[in-house]
């Protein structure tokens, strides 16, 4: 029975409302930027070594924001790939990583690590914070400073919630409909949100804050059930009595071969339930010492369908078995359009201890823990209207996986005259993060939906990683800023175990090490003009699921690799940021390099999908990135904010495979580009008009996807987005929008949505 997330967090309330003042940063105030907007700094470094970007709150409210990944929507050189309107797997890609390497990204949430490193399509956990708690998103792009774990080889987020100035209260009701048309089935999904969010200052420095959300989305279909053509355009042979059928749509598939497709299977339709609460306290018991705490929870029910193309003779729904449309003839699997279920109860706690001072020496603890308290995915064996009255299946559970991460960390900030000469900003610390994963598989031989029988495999491991760092922000001179750091890295997987088959396997213990140099070299040629080059090693070592999943089913199998080695970026950038007036314009060059980078890959062997994790020898990546933003454009209330990149990723070194050297490194695009521009008008109204382009990318070591605008490839994209607010009174505001205006279609292998019309209604005080 499910259970709602009030009810989930009630043993906490009493507790946490002693807590006190918000965690802003995983390493205090070496990660505090100058910039406070409503009281709230941001979640990264004061003195950056490298680019970055920023979206506040006010810039949110220009676009449509139904989920906390939105906020990244038109951030310079970022994508998230978010499928639906609630996709709990929302994965990150940026500079030189493809959504395939999502552990190449770090994602805090008020200072406390969010990123899931425990599996292939395990994204940040976004539906810790509600989109109406956001006061500010920023970005941190390569591993150039020292102060953030390895995984920032990638791109850094660092997301800010609100702290309330005096009594808050505000709400919000959303609803989004899209009309999906694909293979000649068409279909209408809703969605929609409510928001709720209550804080309170205290005169004596106390602060306190609940943020509840309440969301019930359906996607468009996900995946079809399909069968390719050899290259000479023959279909696999098929022995036994077949039953004749209408509805097999034929078309290409990305690699150019012939396809049929038979409808939307594998649980293709997802109907998500979830809900959030956020609990978060702060007092500061003096000038220089302050104590935070967070509190969240997540609960999340999940039923799936599937959508058959398929008619018999009598105009009946078919499922499976030997078909023939008078062409071809097919065998369809029970298990290709089977629905599955899933329930899940999310946890994450986190405190935080500051000393805080002007000048001098400044400290910070940080803890968090984040808990899997319930997670059963139960998958059927047979096709949907069998499965509506039980039978057979599986049940996978992922309870009392989680991570927990510490850091400790010194700052001195200097005075002028001090033992530095006043010239130098020291951060040194210690961090640990400990990621634990069992994944185990039971048989449900009657019924699927409620049963839970025998292990029939499982795959379980652990991964720590402990650090510590030193970074020295050097003032040459008043124009010249030199950054050094370096950070030295243990990871450390044990209690590897897998079954699989009917035979277990236990993995040895594997020690490693990291070293990553950091530097970077600050000059302001004038007030409106700062040069910047930077330098950084960042070393990425593997997930628990990459080191040890073996899983097995009817229609895939993955091959893990207990002996993969860690990635290690050498990454280089050279920047020029100018402000001047209302306008802010950055042109960066970066270039990095990625040795034994980790890669997936999929291939059909016979009835099966394989996928294979191993390391490749040598990837190089570079690129030009461009960020503009003026807020007075031509008229008073226009402003615009746009941004392109153009890369260019290679495969360089791999001895594995020779084959696929010289080849365009995975879901990397050649160009990436949005533009968002807003009009204020008649003093109450605000229309907005977004624009979102992703150029070509494959999906393949090898780039055999030769089409790629269709199911299974990376396509490109282009969409228009659109916005239209209305301010009714001080407290009332109401929005129409939508995305994907002109109904383009786009694939991440998976279909992004068609045009999703959204109206919302915000209330606040």
């Given amino acids: 029975?499910?259970?709602?997330?009030?009810?989930?967090?009630?043993?906490?309330?009493?507790?946490?409302?002693?807590?006190?003042?918000?965690?802003?940063?995983?390493?205090?105030?070496?990660?505090?930027?100058?910039?406070?907007?409503?009281?709230?700094?941001?979640g990264l470094a004061a003195q950056l070594p490298s680019s970055s970007a920023s979206k506040q709150a006010q810039d949110l409210r220009l676009q449509n924001l139904f989920n906390p990944e939105d906020a990244l929507q038109y951030a310079p050189n970022t994508m998230v790939r978010k499928r639906y309107l609630g996709d709990r797997n929302a994965l990150?890609?940026?500079?030189?990583?493809?959504?395939?390497?999502?552990?190449?990204?770090?994602?805090?949430?008020?200072?406390?690590?969010?990123?899931?490193?425990?599996?292939?399509f395990d994204a940040p956990r976004w539906n810790m914070v509600t989109p109406e708690a956001i006061s500010r998103v920023d970005l941190l792009y390569g591993p150039y400073s020292a102060l953030y774990p390895g995984n920032s080889i990638g791109t850094t987020v660092a997301v800010t919630q609100r702290q309330p100035q005096g009594l808050e209260l505000s709400a919000r009701l959303a609803g989004a409909q899209q009309r999906y048309d694909a293979y000649g089935h068409a279909e209408r999904f809703d969605s929609h949100q409510a928001s709720f969010h209550l804080g309170h200052r205290l005169p004596g420095g106390l602060w306190m804050s609940a943020d509840v959300n309440h969301q019930n989305?359906?996607?468009?279909?996900?995946?079809?059930?399909?069968?390719?053509a050899d290259a000479a355009g023959a279909f696999p042979a098929v022995s036994g009595t077949a039953t004749p059928v209408s509805g097999v749509v034929y078309d290409t598939d990305p690699k150019g071969f012939r396809r049929a497709v038979f409808g939307a299977s594998g649980g293709a339709i997802d109907h998500t339930v979830q809900d959030t609460l956020n609990l978060r306290a702060g007092y500061r018991f003096n000038p220089v010492l302050e104590l935070s705490g967070m509190a969240a929870w997540w609960i999340n029910d999940t039923e799936t369908r599937n959508q058959t193309f398929l008619r018999n003779a009598d105009g009946r729904p078919v499922w499976d078995g030997v078909v023939t449309d008078g062409r071809e003839r097919f065998s369809i699997p029970a298990s290709a359009f089977a629905p599955s279920t899933r329930d899940e109860q999310h946890q994450q706690l986190g405190l935080t201890l500051k000393a805080r001072r002007d000048t001098g020496w400044n400290a910070s603890l940080v803890l968090s823990d984040y808990r899997i308290r319930q997670d059963a995915a139960r998958q059927a064996n047979q096709p949907d209207p069998v499965a509506a009255a039980g039978g057979s299946g599986t049940v996978t559970r992922r309870d009392g996986t989680g991570w927990n991460t510490a850091e400790a960390q010194l700052l001195w900030k200097p005075a002028e005259?001090?033992?530095?000469?006043?010239?130098?900003?020291?951060?040194?610390?210690?961090?640990?993060?400990?990621?634990?994963?069992?994944?185990?598989?039971y048989t449900a031989a009657a019924d699927w939906r409620s049963e839970q029988g025998a292990v029939e495999q499982f795959y379980r491991?652990?991964?720590?990683?402990?650090?510590?760092?030193?970074?020295?922000?050097?003032?040459?001179?008043?124009?010249?800023?030199?950054?050094?750091?370096?950070?030295?890295?243990?990871?450390?997987?044990?209690?590897?175990?897998?079954?699989s088959r009917g035979a277990y396997t236990a993995y040895p213990a594997r020690r490693l090490s990291g070293h990553s140099p950091k530097a970077a070299f600050a000059w302001r040629l004038s007030d409106e003009l700062l040069v910047r080059l930077s330098l950084g090693r960042g070393v990425r070592f593997p997930n628990v699921e990459e080191l040890y999943n073996g899983t097995v089913t009817a229609t895939a199998q993955t091959l893990f690799d207990p002996y993969l080695r860690p990635e290690v970026s050498d990454a280089a950038e050279l920047s020029m940021e100018r402000e001047w007036g209302t306008q802010r314009l950055r042109v960066s060059l970066f270039h990095d390099t990625v040795h034994d980078a980790i890669v997936r890959q999929n291939v059909v062997v016979g009835p099966r999908t394989q996928t294979m994790v191993f390391n490749v020898d040598r990837v190089g990546s570079r690129g030009l990135e461009i960020a503009w933003s003026i807020q007075r454009l031509f008229v008073e209330g226009l402003s615009l904010d746009a941004n392109a990149a153009f890369t260019r990723a290679r495969i360089t070194a791999n001895t594995r495979d020779?084959?696929?050297?010289?080849?365009?490194?995975?879901?990397?695009?050649?160009?990436?580009?949005?533009?968002?521009?807003?009009?204020?008008?008649?003093?109450?109204?605000?229309?907005?008009?977004?624009?979102?382009?992703?150029?070509?990318?494959?999906?393949?070591?090898?780039?055999?996807?030769?089409?790629?605008?269709r199911y299974g490839a990376v396509s490109r994209l282009n969409q228009l987005d659109l916005r239209l607010a209305w301010k009714m009174s001080r407290q009332l505001e109401w929005a129409l929008g939508v995305n994907n205006a002109t109904d383009r279609a786009a694939f991440q292998h998976h279909p992004y949505p068609g045009r999703t019309a959204f109206a919302e209604l915000r209330f606040s005080r």
């Fill in 1 to 42: 029975m499910k259970k709602t997330v009030i009810a989930a967090g009630s043993p906490w309330l009493l507790a946490f409302a002693g807590a006190a003042a918000q965690a802003q940063g995983v390493a205090t105030e070496a990660e505090l930027d100058r910039v406070i907007v409503v009281a709230q700094r941001s």
């Fill in 92 to 120: 990150l890609a940026g500079r030189s990583f493809g959504t395939l390497q999502p552990s190449r990204a770090l994602v805090y949430l008020d200072g406390y690590l969010i990123s899931n490193f425990l599996g292939r």
């Fill in 217 to 228: 989305s359906t996607s468009q279909p996900m995946q079809y059930f399909t069968v390719s």
């Fill in 417 to 441: 005259g001090d033992w530095t000469g006043g010239r130098h900003t020291l951060a040194l610390g210690l961090h640990r993060n400990a990621y634990r994963l069992d994944n185990t598989v």
């Fill in 461 to 499: 491991g652990r991964t720590e990683v402990t650090a510590a760092y030193l970074q020295d922000v050097w003032r040459l001179a008043d124009d010249w800023q030199l950054t050094l750091g370096w950070r030295e890295e243990r990871f450390r997987t044990h209690d590897g175990q897998q079954l």
């Fill in 658 to 709: 020779p084959a696929s050297v010289g080849k365009r490194w995975l879901r990397v695009p050649r160009t990436r580009a949005t533009l968002l521009a807003a009009y204020r008008f008649a003093q109450d109204w605000t229309a907005s008009a977004g624009w979102r382009h992703e150029g070509r990318a494959w999906n393949d070591v090898y780039n055999s996807d030769i089409h790629p605008d």
